[in-house]
Each structure stands twice: as C-alpha cells, then as structure tokens.
C-alpha cells in the first residue's frame, strides 16, 4: 500500500505559478511510476504528467507541455509538478498517483493503483 498526500495548492494570477508536492508512505515509490491528473467539476479526471521509474523519461500533453515539469526524490519519498505560466483554464482539482503496472508512466488513469485526495488550484483572470 501507498499513501500519497499532496499539497501546494492555492490561488494564483494569470500567469503566475505554483509548485505542487506529493508525499508517498507506507512503501517506497522508487518501483512505481508517478502521474499528476486534474479534474474539473463535472468532467473526467485528465492527465497532466507522468514520470518513468527512476525518472529517466517524463510525459505531458500538449496543454501543459513547457510549462509543467514533474520530477521525482526517491530518497525523500516526493514527487512535485512546477506549473509556471498559468491560465484559468489549469484551475482544477489536482491528484497525484502511483502506477504498479508500468515503469514508463501512463496517461490513462486506470493504469494507475494509488491516488491522493488532491489539491485545489485556483487561476484567477
């Protein structure tokens, strides 16, 4: 079992940015890939990034691509997502998850067995 709490969330301008973390315990996340997803209300959970076992690859969609960056700290047990340049569109619930079933990371959400409860972001106009 992996616990997984986030945190970091908050309100921010247009523009600005935020750094999201994620906290693993109960086993180590060094044997799992690692995702960030995003909900809005009333739509389905979407991938924002995802990082490879040992971190050597990292993936993102084109909505985020050069200004979200995720990166991993095995030893610390963490995961973080930098999201610079953000758009009220980035305002949603953000989750982090963890993925027994891959080493690569995945954009499909049910390829992932762990999730945190999520934090907010808010992108004002």
Excluded: H
Aim: aromatic residues 12%; hydrophobic residues 30%; glycine residues 12%.
């Amino acid at each position: 079992q992996v616990q997984l709490v986030e945190s970091g969330g908050g309100l921010v301008q247009a523009g600005g940015s935020l750094r999201l973390s994620c906290v693993a315990s109960g086993r180590s996340i060094s044997d799992y890939a690692m995702g960030w997803f995003r909900r809005t209300p009333g739509a389905e959970r979407e991938f924002v990034a995802a990082i490879s076992w040992r971190g050597g690859s990292t993936y993102y969609p084109d909505s985020v691509k050069g200004r979200f960056t995720i990166s991993r700290d095995d030893a610390k047990g963490t995961v973080s997502l930098q999201m610079n340049s953000l758009q009220p569109e980035d305002t949603a619930l953000y989750y982090c998850a963890a993925s027994g079933r891959t080493p690569y990371g995945s954009s499909v959400s049910t390829m992932y067995d762990y999730w945190g409860q999520g934090t907010q972001v808010t992108v004002s106009s």
